[in-house]
């Protein structure tokens, strides 16, 4: 489960705030230090945007990279894989969890700060609703590419897009990919029912 500290925070800072409230450092190198909570859940930190820049960069065709994070960003990114259950820890951090929030479309702020736009408020944009901020106000201007975030993305990965930057493009290799993907379920399907028949 991949986490992103929702307001800007530093690697010695988190960690310091981990070991305040309990956790144990298990080790610690260059940029990455594992962490053990009370009851013996790894969680791993790093100050490295580098670390997660593959996670969903093939979805855009400009530049715009999956997490608008920088070294001068100065966010904490922290993963768990299970069985441990870092949720303890992401609350302790303030993080917005890749997991829980696949539901929802990240933005990162001038300020640092992350938020997300929920499920609720993305289904309420494409319904009509009034938007309340520049952002949605992009969102609603280019529908096309809120459906195909809602389509292709929502709900199975991640994305953070940055507040005062236009949306990113799309990447036409990645739609086909998709599209690739949905006709050959549609064939199989379609297959699976005439065996049946």
Request: glycine content about 4%.
């Amino acid at each position: 489960m991949l986490n992103v500290t929702k307001n800007p925070m530093t690697l010695d800072y988190a960690v310091q705030l981990m070991k305040a409230n309990g956790c144990v450092v298990v080790c610690s190198e260059e940029r990455r230090t594992i962490v053990t909570d009370p009851n013996g859940n790894e969680f791993l930190l790093t100050d490295d945007p580098q670390c997660y820049a593959r996670f969903g960069a093939s979805f855009f065709a400009d530049d715009v990279t999956p997490y608008p994070l920088t070294e001068e960003t100065d966010h904490v990114l922290g993963l768990c894989f299970k069985p441990h259950d870092a949720s303890r820890m992401v609350a302790l951090l303030d993080m917005v969890s890749a997991d829980e929030d696949a539901y929802s479309l990240w933005v990162r702020h001038p300020d640092g700060s992350i938020a997300a736009i929920d499920q609720a408020r993305l289904f309420a944009l494409k319904q009509g609703a009034k938007p309340k901020n520049k952002v949605e106000q992009m969102l609603v201007d280019d529908p096309e590419w809120l459906g195909i975030f809602e389509k292709r993305v929502f709900g199975k990965f991640c994305v953070m897009i940055a507040a005062g930057r236009p949306l990113p493009k799309w990447n036409p290799r990645f739609l086909n990919i998709n599209s690739a993907f949905e006709e050959a379920k549609k064939l199989d399907k379609k297959q699976s029912q005439t065996l049946i028949y």
